[in-house]
């Protein structure tokens, strides 16, 4: 979802290399790989890893493009403002390189008088070197590269982007090598993470998937197309809780990983994010409401007799879809409108759920229903008594998930309970984590510095050490991270790129071919796409305005009216639910097939009106988000 990416978590380089701008070192072959270190002259870490890249220098010759931007910390390292200013006065005369390498060799503090010093030994002319080091050209080229810096995300130094992507691995020299030398698997990996750093790379996965469905159920692939989502699978004999078909498990099984991160980030949003305010809460919940009853009038307006049942069709949105068109639209979507439609989507869905119960009501197992209790009961008591292991809450949320299904109920809220009542703990204390992860390493260094001295090791002295430090390196980094965004960071991926995509090939394989020619057939077709494209945004806009003007709701603060509007239309797309609800309202005629060719005409004219509005850029904020 879309957390998936706001500054902080920059990990594409805005700028790419400029070599009549940048500071580059090498990279005159032709297979060049290029290596871009924000780094500050005062920085330890930076001074031990320049060894690192000298290294790697050596080995990769002239395919290492080494480039280097200022990214000086003066209020940890008081003086490498002055001394990155110092680099930059030295290029006026040529020779930034040498005093880039000269600042790094000399031990600190690096004081004016040193810095001076250093120039002078350079060769340098002293008085140019005196106006340049104070000139306002220095003090902004600095200053740019640290702007430049934090806009990629850049917290701490060193940081490293090779070929425009961000380098998270290891820092030792043979990580960073097999990083540089691209194996094939290594390429292969590259390759997944650029285009996942696309802001549209989810959006597109989804939509490629549907349109493969669309192109398999309507073409000569039709019969394998539906032979293979109707294949049964599952445990026990056929009929039994665990066995479904295919289609069944993509849409109901797999869906709950969905359910689960999209939960976890409204989650988020309302302990410490856009809906933290109770009126910024309860705004999607009452536009959920708005957006089932204005479709529902819009058709039964249209169809007062028979087909009436139908009703429901309408008022179903599609979360995984609208959120995949959001994505496809990048930058334009601030957080909080992805985050209004994924609250608003889940109430809706929660609506949709007891819109079936009550009136398209199948035989509910009240056994399974005692075992719902119960495990919701047990993810209540593990929150409670604060076990921050994940795999009791996973086990129990994969029961939860039989005991919903086996109910009658969609097993995919099982995610929704699950991201509900997994712990989050306090932001850690960062000094004490690194002077856990300080003393493991520190005691790694003075082992190998006893190893070189003694001659040849042995592994029985070295595995103790090793072993020990690795416990205290996992549990200090273990402790950054609370068990639910350990969760999230392991399923977001698998949800965005497999999971959506499977339940979008899934769930949009509908045939086209369907007789039109009967009134009925109209009045159920326009019912639901005018339900969907008018009565959907509708309720909701009118909602929102109910609830702002009688202060119950508050807009979030980054969302503009005509972001809003265009995020209304987007809850036109209708999803699975809305199909289930055709054939739930429609059992026993081939108004269930219009149904279903109305749920995807309304859904497609939903997208792109919605798509439209949002990618014009609007002007200003809309007048509602002062109340």
Not at 142 to 159: C, K, Q, Y
Request: proline share 6%; with cysteine.
């Amino acid at each position: 979802m879309a957390s998936e990416g706001d500054a902080a978590r920059q990990s594409t380089l805005l700028r790419p290399v400029e070599r009549a701008r940048d500071h580059v070192r090498g990279g005159d072959a032709a297979n060049r790989v290029e290596v871009v270190v924000y780094g500050d002259y005062l920085c330890p870490y930076c001074r031990r890893l320049r060894l690192i890249i000298a290294r790697l220098r050596r080995a990769l010759g002239e395919r290492l493009a080494y480039v280097f931007r200022h990214f000086p910390n003066e209020r940890a390292h008081p003086g490498a403002e002055f001394a990155s200013r110092a680099a930059e006065a030295a290029a006026q005369q040529g020779k930034f390189w040498e005093m880039h390498d000269a600042l790094y060799e000399r031990e600190p503090p690096l004081t004016r008088e040193i810095v001076r010093e250093i120039a002078q030994g350079l060769g340098l002319d002293m008085a140019r070197f005196d106006r340049d080091v104070e000139s306002e050209a220095a003090r902004q080229r600095v200053a740019e590269d640290l702007d430049e810096g934090r806009r990629n995300g850049v917290t701490g130094t060193p940081s490293f982007f090779v070929d425009g992507l961000r380098y998270d691995g290891a820092w030792d020299y043979h990580s960073m090598l097999e990083e540089l030398q691209r194996p094939v698997a290594a390429r292969l990996q590259r390759s997944a993470r650029v285009f996942a750093n696309l802001p549209a790379s989810a959006g597109l996965t989804l939509l490629i998937a549907a349109a493969l469905a669309l192109l398999c159920a309507n073409t000569a692939l039709a019969p394998l197309y539906h032979r293979i989502m109707e294949t049964p699978f599952g445990i026990g004999a056929p009929g039994s809780v665990l066995s479904m078909s295919i289609g069944e498990w993509f849409s109901e099984g797999l869906l709950a990983i969905f359910f689960l991160v999209v939960g976890l980030e409204i989650r988020r949003e309302m302990t410490s994010g856009e809906l933290a305010d109770i009126r910024a809460a309860a705004l999607p919940a009452l536009c959920a409401v708005g957006g089932v009853l204005a479709p529902s009038a819009i058709y039964l307006s249209l169809n007062p007799g028979p087909t009436a049942a139908g009703w429901a069709v309408p008022t179903a949105t599609d979360i995984a879809f609208a959120l995949g068109v959001l994505a496809l639209l990048g930058a334009r979507v601030p957080v909080g409108l992805r985050v209004f439609v994924a609250a608003l989507a889940v109430v809706d869905d929660i609506l949709s759920v007891l819109t079936l119960a009550i009136f398209y009501p199948r035989m509910f197992e009240l056994g399974y229903l005692g075992g719902c209790a119960v495990a919701i009961a047990a993810l209540f008591a593990l929150n409670r008594f604060r076990v921050y292991a994940s795999w009791p809450y996973v086990v129990t949320a994969a029961a939860l998930w039989v005991a919903l299904h086996g109910a009658g109920i969609h097993g995919a809220l099982a995610g929704i309970f699950l991201a509900a009542f997994l712990p989050a703990r306090p932001a850690p204390s960062a000094a004490p984590l690194l002077a856990q992860a300080a003393t493991a390493l520190a005691a790694l260094e003075h082992a190998e510095s006893e190893i070189r001295a003694a001659g040849s090791p042995t592994s029985i002295q070295q595995e103790p050490i090793w072993e020990w430090a690795s416990r205290n390196l996992f549990a200090a980094s273990d402790r950054l991270l609370s068990p639910s965004d350990r969760i999230e960071r392991a399923v977001a991926p698998w949800s965005s790129y497999v999971v959506l995509p499977l339940f979008a090939f899934s769930a949009t394989g509908v045939g086209l071919a369907v007789d039109l020619s009967s009134p009925d057939a109209a009045r159920v077709l326009g019912g639901v796409v005018l339900g969907l494209v008018i009565g959907k945004p509708l309720g909701i806009c009118l909602a929102a305005l109910g609830a702002v003007r009688t202060g119950i709701g508050r807009v979030p603060g980054d969302v503009t009216l005509r972001g809003f509007i265009g995020a209304a239309c987007l809850c036109g797309i209708g999803d699975t639910v809305a199909l289930l609800m055709a054939d739930q309202a429609f059992p026993h005629d081939g108004d269930s097939a219009i149904a279903k060719i109305g749920v995807l005409i309304g859904s497609v004219l939903a997208a792109a009106l919605g798509a439209l509005i949002i990618a014009v850029r609007p002007l200003h904020p809309p007048q509602t988000e002062a109340t």
